[in-house]
């Protein structure tokens, strides 16, 4: 039989799994000698047991209330001098939707009056009765806390809780077991024992409540956990104004400044600190209030700042003059203080480098480089609602997506205010530079299109009132007009009437090359400079133009990893394309692709000037030639109006024809190059003869779409034929983004040089869903069904897409040794992704240019963990 049962002097930090996050620190700081009520915890192992078989550890259980009772010379619950316990959940991760915390466990009519006598305070006792009917009503026998709530703000009749009487408490509990009675058809539990049982039952079936159960599929911890639960010997911070209960950081989880940071209520229990029934003073105060128990608490706070060699959170109680610690754990902080505080602990000598890089996240860093709103702005708040997408963003107000359109056109910055959007608000969205919904949540349309483009969004703004057909949005009495102007801020989830200040983040500012010396700055800076150390991948950009590879370089990339070339046939280029397509014979074709050639060598000039030498992964075009093309409806109406010139007519023909069912899987990539003679072999030479005139230019040259490795020979052998005739040198390799081509790749590699992930394409081909028709049409209810926690194109699906990946890669290096492998697809810059591909083996990430710290520094952490 394994031990189900630890006690509290048992245990140790390191033994979350078995005894969850609040079982392992109190056990641990029990053993560090710090004031901790005696206790015991029941084991996650003992909850998945009783999951099984709905059995209970009761021997073992027994056996620890019995040293418990031994240690604290009272027994549960006794009439005459009553051992009282809380029952506190505590799973390896904390979870909303989990039972919490019962107090005061082992109060009855009878051992009221045993508490009365020994504490010498008839409301006191009352007062711990009434809050365990109410703590266990509400969790244990799952009653709506709200008719317990009323009682009390009927009884208090606008007095506060500080004035109610021992003779208030005890008509409050008269009044609490009729409302058990009511609403259970039962009595309260008075026996100790089975108050105790109820509550341990009660804490390993919310495990399995519905909210809980669905917050573990979305965060993907594993349903078979379980959870711990503790039982601790209750101390009272209700015993009078000597007493009273706190919370407090170890420093400062704003800015990781040390300091005394924290609440403290004289007079209360528990979750009154939080519950905000009175209010709470500055943890300061106590040292007037209570110097003794106050120094001591200071002690403690660095004790185990030294211990836990992080920032803590902590609560404590005191009675009657004595401090007691009832809870620690690494505190949760700001992304800003995360930084400050990791090089802070490694001034101070309490960790080194390593763990310090550990220590912070790339989604740290990415949220530290949103711009966001000045800090003393001064403007009020006109509402509120959901943070949905980080920025700040500040426009004028349009109600429709066509506005958005048409504004932005004009260069006008807009944000677009809806009720909810749909899929018909994209091209709005896209237009726009923030987005405000007055309904749905942080998974509704609005939400996850705008989270996936990286457009700042505020959702679910209930107080909005939006009439889009009018044009205005109401908030009360203030109306917003569209074209007046707004501020929104995804951080927040505030929305502000008038121009907020935007100020530029300090940390793109130093990534740019100005640094300010200011302290988040400088942590930054020893941060990357150390991950850049440690990290064995590379990190490339996606970039196509000069401007957006120079800023790559600014920011660390040592390449590009993918260029595409198809916005170079955009604008005024449009003409020769459309020449290409409406090419009737072989001369008129080459007359299109020769008129080409100069514009896209120019391109590739400006790209390996901008890189100086480092390498250039250009990809030969993808899209289907259509795309190119006019509107299909727009020429149909130009030609059936009789408004339509020849090319027009030919055009239209040339539409009709070309129209395809689902593009994506349609003509394109390679199989253009294989169809359209002379289209890649311009490319090619534009490269080729672009790379011989700079110096030290170092193309690779990337095939798309490739399934069969007959596709990428055929391409290949024209491929080198014309780079020995412009005598430069450039590696050949493809894109791996149809899953043929992840489980061929064994004969891929033969005759590819590199491979690069193009994880987009390969997860949608790989799920056989079309990333723009799904993310607004389903995903949010995806999401909130928990089939995905996360979309697969912001983080990479490791489970089917990643194994592809692994097959490839395995198989890749085996035909090929030395092949280098990248990844190019979004998924480069998600933290979670890039960590993946450390661990396969992968060469380099290549990601947007703003992603390209955020790549470095996961590239670094995952050469560490
Ligand atoms: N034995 C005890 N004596 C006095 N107060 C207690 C005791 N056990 C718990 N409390 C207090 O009751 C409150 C709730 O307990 P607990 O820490 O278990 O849950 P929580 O703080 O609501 O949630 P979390 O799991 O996030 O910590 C806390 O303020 C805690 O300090
Ligand atoms: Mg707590």
Redesign the pocket.
């Known amino acids: 039989m394994p031990k189900l049962v630890y006690d509290f002097t048992e245990g140790n930090k390191d033994l979350k799994d078995l005894l969850g996050?609040?079982g392992a620190n109190l056990a641990e700081m029990t053993n560090l000698g710090l004031p901790v009520?005696p206790?015991f915890t029941i084991t996650s192992e003992a909850c998945r047991a009783y999951m099984d078989d709905g059995s209970v550890p009761a021997e073992e259980i027994g056996t620890h209330l019995e040293k418990l009772e031994a240690a604290m010379g009272k027994k549960l619950g006794d009439p005459d001098d009553p051992l009282?316990?809380?029952v506190?959940?505590?799973a390896k991760f904390?979870m909303p939707g989990m039972m919490?915390?019962v107090?005061n466990i082992g109060l009855n009519d009878r051992s009221v009056q045993g508490l009365v006598r020994q504490a010498g305070d008839e409301r006191f006792a009352w007062d711990s009765y009434r809050r365990l009917i109410q703590m266990f009503g509400k969790t244990v026998m799952d009653i709506d806390g709200d008719l317990f709530e009323q009682a009390i703000d009927e009884l208090k009749d606008g007095r506060t809780d500080l004035d109610l009487t021992a003779a208030d408490f005890r008509s409050l509990v008269g009044t609490y077991k009729e409302i058990v009675r009511r609403e259970k058809g039962r009595d309260f539990p008075e026996d100790p024992k089975e108050q105790m049982e109820l509550a341990i039952k009660a804490v390993f079936d919310s495990w399995n409540a519905p909210r809980a159960i669905l917050y573990r599929r979305q965060e993907r911890i594993p349903s078979d956990l379980g959870t711990a639960v503790?039982v601790?010997?209750?101390?009272?911070?209700n015993l009078g104004m000597d007493s009273g209960?706190g919370?407090a950081f170890t420093r400062d989880p704003a800015t990781g400044h040390q300091g005394v940071y924290g609440d403290y209520l004289q007079n209360a229990?528990?979750?009154?600190?939080?519950a905000g029934i009175r209010n709470t003073v500055p943890l300061q105060d106590l040292q007037e209030i209570d110097p003794h128990s106050y120094a001591e608490l200071m002690e403690i706070m660095a004790k185990l700042e030294g211990h836990y060699r992080d920032l803590c959170d902590i609560?404590?109680?005191i009675e009657r003059g004595k401090l007691?610690m009832?809870?620690t754990?690494v505190g949760k902080r700001t992304a800003g203080a995360a930084f400050c505080i990791a090089t802070q602990l490694v001034e101070e000598g309490l960790i080194d480098l390593d763990e310090a890089v550990r220590r912070v996240t790339g989604d740290q860093l990415a949220q530290l480089m949103f711009p966001r709103f000045a800090d003393d702005h001064g403007n009020t708040v006109l509402t509120r609602g959901m943070n949905a997408s980080p920025g700040a963003a500040v426009g004028r107000a349009v109600f429709s997506s066509a506005r958005a359109a048409e504004l932005a056109a004009q260069g006008q910055d807009v944000i677009l205010v809806r009720r909810e959007t749909t899929p018909d608000d994209l091209a709005g969205m896209i237009a726009a530079r923030g987005v405000l919904t007055s309904r749905g949540g942080k998974t509704s349309h609005a939400a996850v299109v705008a989270r996936g483009m990286g457009k700042t969004c505020v959702c679910g703004a209930e107080e909005i009132e939006v009439d889009a057909k009018a044009g205005r949005f109401t908030v009360g009495d203030v109306v917003v007009e569209e074209g007046d102007v707004i501020s929104i801020d995804g951080g927040t989830g505030c929305v502000y009437l008038g121009e907020v200040p935007v100020v530029a983040s300090p940390v793109v500012e130093y990534f740019e090359g100005n640094p300010s010396g200011d302290e988040l700055v400088r942590a930054v800076d020893t941060i990357m400079r150390h991950a850049d150390g440690r990290r064995r991948l590379d990190v490339r950009a996606n970039a196509d133009t000069p401007d957006d590879a120079a800023r790559a370089r600014r920011f660390g990339a040592s390449g590009i990893g993918l260029c595409r070339t198809e916005h170079m046939f955009l604008g005024d280029r449009r003409v020769l394309i459309e020449d290409l397509i409406l090419a009737e014979t072989a001369e008129e074709r080459q007359a299109a692709l020769d008129a080409l050639e100069p514009l896209q060598k120019a391109d590739f000039a400006g790209l390996f000037a901008a890189m100086n030498g480092l390498p250039v992964t250009i990809r030969l075009i993808d899209p289907p030639l259509h795309e190119f093309l006019p509107d299909i409806i727009d020429l149909s109406v130009k030609v059936a109006t009789g408004k339509g010139t020849k090319k027009d007519r030919r055009l239209l023909e040339a539409v009709q024809r070309l129209h395809e069912q689902n593009p994506m899987l349609g003509l394109r990539g390679v199989r253009l190059g294989l169809v359209v003679p002379g289209l890649f072999a311009m490319q090619v030479r534009a490269i080729a003869e672009a790379a011989k005139a700079a110096e030290g230019a170092r193309p690779e040259i990337m095939i798309p779409l490739v399934g069969a490795v007959q596709e990428l020979e055929s391409v290949r052998e024209e491929a080198r034929q014309i780079l020995a005739e412009v005598g430069v040198e450039a590696l050949i390799g493809t894109m791996i983004e149809v899953p043929r081509a992840a489980l061929t790749a064994g004969q891929i590699a033969e005759a590819a040089e590199f491979f690069s992930f193009g994880t987009n394409d390969l997860t949608q081909m790989t799920w056989g869903f079309s990333r723009d028709d799904v993310e607004s049409a389903f995903f949010g209810t995806y999401l909130d069904k928990g089939i995905f926690g996360v979309s697969p194109f912001e983080s990479l699906d490791r489970d089917g897409v990643g194994r592809l990946m692994k097959v490839a890669v395995v198989e890749g290096r085996k035909a090929r040794p030395g092949l280098k492998l990248g990844i190019c697809g979004e998924h480069g810059g998600d933290p979670a992704s890039v960590r993946f591909c450390h661990e396969i083996g992968l060469d380099y990430v290549s990601c947007s240019p703003f992603r390209v710290p955020v790549a470095r520094l996961e590239a670094g952490r995952a050469a560490l963990l």
């Open positions: 996050g609040k009520p206790g009282l316990v809380s506190r959940s505590g904390s919490e915390t107090l503790n601790v010997a209750m101390v009272f911070g209960t919370v229990q528990g979750e009154d600190v939080v609560e404590f109680t007691w009832l809870q754990r």
